[in-house]
């Protein structure tokens, strides 16, 4: 029995079709995707549709805390979860190298079905090819979302956010990043740095349920917290400052960025999001997100305030202040 994928698996014929029937449709399956159509057919959506779509290309594919099945799932939920969406179905196209191990593809493709089940979402129709040995790295993964914008009031638009708004993260600062790292290199801490890698669509629908005034929700991806604070900026009048000492980081991912060399603030996450609220709920806002697992550690980290600078500026442990950019070098590759 081969136990590896071969340039056979994606010819289209007898391999393609046991490789499809015996791990993705064993897995994945549902009435949609059992329609094993050249597309799928699904019935009228009542609301805004949201589309987002994805690649990832994560080295290494298994990291703790995740895999790059996992992490395909989580991070098209999380970005249809903050355009206040509902995710309903997604789509996966799998790029495969040849020589990668039957039994890893399989173990990626069950970490999708389970947590595809955990966030309500349906894989609806899918793509697998298969390149030569050496012209990949193991396996590549595209994701199409489909959400839906069932309240016409969830309009998370910048241009919402005036001077006095607060901006809450939900927990640590870049566990993700440092932990492909830490795999990668095989780098070990007494206590090892796992991945945050979550969905956060459950998290985000318990917020906007309490019908506290949201102005704007982020994921806090590659750039990390610093590009993704830049990227809330909108009215030119318009600034933010906030505080070094209130923004979380683990003490293993902020020794580890010590002797890197790296600052924390630029490291991505994959489970954790930024939000901004009107100060009248904010504390409403910081208690419904700590009330769940995924956001114990949240933090009101800082404020808007009119400047016409429109800048990030950080307010240092030493009582400095210094302005934050943009993430303008790759600092991890391959982190997603």
Request: aromatic letters at 6%.
């Amino acid at each position: 029995m081969v136990n590896i994928i071969t340039l056979d698996h994606g010819n289209g014929g007898k391999g393609t079709n046991e490789l499809i029937h015996n791990i993705f449709y064993k897995y994945l399956k549902n009435e949609i995707l059992l329609q094993q159509g050249d597309s799928s057919i699904i019935d009228n959506i009542n609301g805004k549709l949201a589309v987002t779509t994805d690649s990832y290309v994560i080295d290494p594919i298994f990291f703790p805390g995740g895999d790059i099945g996992k992490l395909s799932i989580c991070g098209t939920v999380n970005d249809l979860a903050v355009s206040g969406a509902k995710p309903l179905y997604i789509t996966a196209g799998f790029i495969i190298e040849e020589g990668l191990k039957i039994k890893e593809l399989e173990d990626i493709v069950k970490s999708m079905a389970d947590t595809a089940i955990k966030c309500g979402i349906k894989v609806v129709a899918g793509d697998t090819k298969v390149i030569p040995k050496g012209k990949g790295d193991k396996l590549y993964i595209n994701t199409t979302g489909i959400g839906v914008i069932s309240d016409v009031k969830r309009d998370f638009r910048r241009k919402l956010i005036s001077e006095g708004d607060k901006i809450i993260v939900s927990g640590t600062m870049g566990d993700h990043g440092m932990s492909i790292f830490c795999k990668r290199e095989g780098m070990y801490f007494e206590t090892d740095i796992e991945s945050d890698c979550n969905p956060l669509n459950s998290l985000i629908e318990e917020i906007l349920r309490e019908k506290v005034n949201v102005k704007f929700i982020r994921d806090i991806t590659r750039g990390g917290l610093a590009t993704t604070l830049n990227e809330t900026l909108h009215e030119e009048k318009i600034s933010i400052v906030i505080n070094e000492k209130d923004i979380p980081v683990r003490e293993n991912v902020m020794a580890l960025c010590e002797i890197l060399g790296f600052d924390p603030l630029y490291i991505a996450n994959e489970g954790k999001i930024l939000i901004v609220v009107s100060k009248e709920d904010c504390d409403k806002t910081l208690e419904i997100i700590k009330s769940n697992p995924l956001g114990r550690e949240a933090a009101v980290i800082g404020e808007f305030i009119i400047d016409p600078n429109k800048k990030v500026y950080l307010k240092t442990k030493y009582n400095g202040t210094r302005i934050i950019g943009m993430l303008e070098e790759e600092l991890i590759p391959r982190i997603c």
